[in-house]
């Protein structure tokens, strides 16, 4: 590390332009050195600087493109020294200089980028036998974990201003997967596959910051600060590029066939399983997508079995998790809609709660929430769900389970700001 770094600096470091902040970033150097220095030969830097004897890496950098390069080689040298022998002999696979940046250009004949992920390199060093480990490099200019790490760059935001699972699944999930047949979670952890404590039900369409807000504050009130609660993600947890030109599968429709239950259902079942939660943002209500709808009607069916059965996770097997802003979008709306009520009957909100068979919220989520007006993107799934609903439980029942089931997890929230309905 310590030589090419030097040798950048002295081939092109004085032709790299600071950005305005007053430092270069990885695209900057990218851009004013990596791209010009292998244009056209098919071979990274790293490469280039040492074709004949290639080594093993033994350790790999992970870290944010858009931060300051000097900072970055500070913790790197930091890093190497601690490893022993000064870090002189350490060998570092970094992905500025480990892949053939230029390959996207205009006439370049490549390899491009795209060709050489599909080879996944990154996984392929983290899984060699000879690294030692990774390291995340993390500097005072770009917070790595912006917009979901390294991915962040590539994710093209939404006009609402935020990234939703669809886009991180095109930017991210697909990529990374591709290939494998392995859904992120097993690709990361091969060997020994954990048994699901909780899944998290959500609507693809929101923004997954807030999703995360969510988990994190559901896994801490599950015990022991949630860093050991094994969590069922379908973003993470299923393969999702088997539906594309080429891909060997599985596709989702294989995946989703397996018997005897569809992969969630199989979770939501799984005697293991501590229970759901049903992540609420601000920025896509999750009714009306019509797989949360029926994910949350087989964990309510559940739930009152084990009730009926006496089994201790009953009472809390099902619970919604809000984010912040969801929260209090929530509180304000139910806020606006009592006043409503109350000023139909020319009396205050306070009286006309207490004239009500049913709590404030409950009355807003029975009025409010319709689960038969919920969607799916693929007609076929909608027609199955839609059947199954109105075979089992009946919309009717399921709006009013529903509300009942939002209304303690709503008092549970009301730690997240001092918001109160009346």
């Not at 010009?36 to 490469?47: E, H």
């Not at 539906?243 to 199989?266: A, H, L, Y």
């Amino acid at each position: 590390w310590k030589a090419l770094s030097e040798q950048v600096i002295k081939e092109q470091g004085s032709d790299i332009v600071l950005k305005d902040s007053g430092f270069v970033n990885g695209y900057q150097m990218n851009d004013s050195f990596v791209r010009p220095f292998t244009r056209g030969t098919g071979c990274s830097v790293a490469l280039l600087l040492n074709p004949d004897q290639p080594l093993e890496s033994d350790a790999m950098i992970s870290h944010a493109w858009g931060e300051d390069m000097t900072q970055v080689e500070e913790a790197i040298i930091d890093f190497s020294r601690r490893a022993g022998n000064g870090g002189d002999d350490l060998v570092i696979w970094f992905c500025l200089f480990a892949l053939y940046q230029a390959g996207d250009e205009d006439d370049d004949p490549g390899p491009t980028l795209r060709e050489q992920m599909e080879q996944s390199p990154i996984e392929s060093v983290i899984r060699s036998p000879h690294l030692r480990g990774m390291c995340l490099a993390v500097t005072s200019t770009k917070e790595p974990y912006d917009g979901f790490g390294a991915c962040n760059s590539d994710i093209v935001l939404k006009d609402s201003g935020f990234v939703n699972g669809y886009q991180m699944n095109d930017s991210f999930v697909r990529p990374f997967t591709r290939g494998t047949g392995c859904s992120v979670a097993l690709l990361l952890n091969p060997d020994q596959p954990l048994e699901s404590d909780a899944m998290i039900s959500h609507a693809w369409g929101e923004d997954m910051t807030q999703v995360e807000e969510a988990i994190i504050d559901f896994s801490r009130r599950a015990g022991n600060g949630g860093d050991d609660l094994v969590i069922w993600f379908c973003l993470f947890a299923l393969y999702q590029p088997g539906d594309e030109e080429g891909d060997e599968g599985p596709t989702i429709r294989e995946q989703m066939k397996q018997p005897p239950f569809p992969p969630f259902e199989s979770v939501i079942r799984s005697p293991h399983l501590r229970g759901m939660c049903l992540a609420v943002t601000s920025t896509k209500e999750p009714y009306e997508r019509l797989w949360c709808v029926y994910e949350l009607a087989v964990a309510l069916d559940i739930m009152e079995q084990k009730k009926k059965e006496g089994d201790a996770r009953g009472d809390g097997f099902v619970v919604v998790e809000f984010s912040r802003k969801a929260h209090d979008d929530y509180m304000k709306r139910m806020q606006e809609w009592a006043s409503e009520k109350a000023d139909a009957a020319n009396i205050d909100v306070h009286t006309w709660s207490e004239t009500q068979s049913l709590s404030a919220e409950q009355l807003y989520y029975l009025n409010k929430v319709r689960c038969e007006e919920a969607r799916c993107e693929k007609m076929e799934d909608e027609a199955r769900i839609r059947k199954s609903v109105e075979e089992g439980w009946g919309w009717e029942r399921l709006n009013r389970l529903v509300a009942d089931f939002r209304w303690p997890a709503e008092k549970h929230a009301a730690e997240k700001s001092s918001a109160s309905l009346l």
